[in-house]
């Protein structure tokens, strides 16, 4: 089975909760509370979507997280690059190419076929659809 981790999941709740708070900055311990997620994770989360150019943050009292002006162009395929799971849905498509059958193996076209199937469909969903 295909999944996706809790990071990734949690992302889209954050997502999700700022799309519905649009205009508001939300601190995390507020999206914490609502959304009753754990707080520490909350903020690794937060970090990713941020260095993926999906929210952004502002530090200080009135502090909290927005998202990017931007987000509504990001797709879910983004998503998963933001959090480093676009790494191959096989070993041997992932970095460096773990299979040592490359030369001899037939399903490595297959699998290819495979991830790029779901790789294009991800890309098809925007992350403002998260929102309805």
């Not at 943050?57 to 799971?85: I, P, S």
């Not at 190419?97 to 297959?110: A, E, I, N, P």
Request: glycine share 16%; aromatic share 8%.
């Amino acid at each position: 089975m295909i999944s996706v981790s809790k990071k990734v999941e949690y992302g889209v709740e954050i997502i999700s909760y700022l799309a519905k708070n649009t205009g508001k900055i939300m601190s995390l311990s507020e999206a914490a509370r609502d959304l009753h997620l754990p707080y520490r994770f909350l903020g690794q989360v937060a970090a990713k979507l941020g260095r993926g150019g999906i929210i952004k943050g502002r530090e200080g009292k009135n502090g909290g997280y927005v998202l990017t002006r931007d987000w509504k162009k990001k797709n879910m395929y983004d998503l998963l690059v933001a959090f480093g799971e676009n790494k191959g849905l096989v070993g041997c498509l992932g970095e460096g190419g773990g299979c040592t059958r490359q030369g001899g193996c037939h399903l490595r076209g297959v699998w290819r076929k495979v991830e790029t199937g779901i790789y294009n469909e991800l890309k098809k969903i925007k992350l403002n659809e998260i929102q309805k």
